[in-house]
């Protein structure tokens, strides 16, 4: 899911249309591919993230206890967070900035030196957290669910008995309605207050309410999982289709929710009753599409890697530095290779693969260097893949 971001952002970059309204510079010649990837790793990437999230949130604390637990989360998101936020969001206010101006036709040469002094001058101004604001919602979930488990030890036992049979049947698919259906529903209610389809992105530090509440349902379903371990392993059984059918509703979902940012950037009134029921209608799809992808996701991946892969390690551990520093190489790529002489889609996939190689060739290069907080297990120099030195 961290991954995906290097494509996202690289999506955003080469958007057809509508200048400036969701992001600071496109290329001139927007890729037509751009908008659906865009959209459709949009619908699941960060409710995926956040299931795994509460899952392994709960692991956790089951191992290392409160005090553990926080010591954890202290080192491996909140110091990575704070100390990458003051190193990159410079870098990102610089690239975004280096990209603008070579809109205007500007020389790269000519585009850094004109924007290097006014960005550097004042390098925190107008401060957001830019694309860490998911670990600034972590650990508000965190916070949360500290607060949650402890007050849960004031609730009778069997009021606690009943939620966890009822969360059990729910998970383990033993009710009358569908698990997909039950827990779309849920989501579905969390997804009502949205600005637009999907999950709203927060902009600012102030988190909104209604984003720590959908994504908080999410993490709260993956805390479960790990509770009531026995449905997650009947994922396993038969996931093709739950994942087969993800990727149907996916394309569905992608579709209409296009069909309704055109509508609304050619003018439409959201507020007419057309426009609302068109709204709850895609939100209702998005609800749907990802519990088939993330139940569906994570049965295959129970199927397919129920053993040590190095590559797939690897990336794993990449992953989290890769999300870390790859926004400014993204924007700062885009930049570049605008008015190279090839289609507007080679040269956003080439975005993505001269910058997801470069964060991972950077993260294998300093990985014996880096503490376990951001290079996650560390086998050590010339181990990338499994290859000894």
Wanted: aromatic share 10%.
């Amino acid at each position: 899911m961290m991954l995906l971001g290097v494509v996202l952002h690289a999506a955003l970059c080469y958007l057809e249309g509508a200048d400036g309204v969701v992001w600071a510079y496109r290329d001139p010649q927007g890729s037509p591919l751009a908008a659906w990837l865009l959209i459709s790793i949009h619908v699941f990437r960060m409710p995926a993230f956040f299931v795994l999230a509460g899952f392994f949130a709960a692991l956790l604390w089951s191992r290392r206890g409160p005090g553990g637990f926080v010591a954890d989360r202290v080192r491996r998101i909140v110091l990575p967070m704070a100390v990458g936020w003051v190193i990159l969001f410079p870098l990102v206010r610089l690239s975004l900035a280096f990209a603008v101006a070579r809109l205007s036709g500007a020389a790269p040469g000519q585009a850094i030196g004109a924007v290097a002094g006014p960005v550097l001058a004042s390098p925190w101004a107008d401060a957001n957290p830019a694309h860490l604001w998911f670990l600034e919602l972590l650990v508000i979930l965190y916070g949360l669910a500290i607060v949650a488990t402890a007050g849960a030890r004031l609730v009778p036992a069997s009021v606690r008995a009943s939620f966890g049979r009822g969360v059990d049947a729910v998970l383990a698919g033993r009710t009358r309605v569908p698990r997909v259906l039950v827990l779309a529903a849920g989501t579905m209610l969390t997804l009502l207050p949205m600005d637009a389809p999907g999950i709203d992105t927060p902009t600012g530090f102030a988190m909104p309410p209604r984003v720590v509440v959908a994504h908080g349902l999410f993490f709260l379903v993956g805390w479960q999982f790990f509770t009531h371990r026995a449905a997650m392993e009947a994922l396993a059984d038969r996931p093709w289709g739950r994942l087969a059918g993800g990727l149907a509703m996916l394309a569905v979902t992608t579709l209409a929710s296009l069909i309704w940012w055109g509508a609304v950037l050619g003018g439409a009134d959201r507020e007419t009753a057309g426009m609302g029921i068109f709204f709850l209608a895609v939100q209702a799809a998005t609800a749907v599409t990802i519990w088939l992808l993330v139940l569906g996701g994570i049965g295959a991946a129970e199927r397919l890697l129920d053993g040590p892969v190095p590559g797939v390690r690897f990336l794993v551990d990449a992953s989290y530095w890769t999300y870390l520093v790859h926004l400014p190489l993204v924007v700062a790529a885009a930049a570049l290779l605008q008015g190279w002489e090839v289609a507007p889609t080679v040269r956003m996939l080439g975005t993505v693969v001269v910058v997801s190689a470069a964060c991972l060739v950077s993260f294998a290069a300093v990985r014996g260097v880096l503490p376990t907080s951001v290079a996650g297990r560390n086998p050590g120099p010339g181990r990338a893949f499994g290859r000894k030195p």
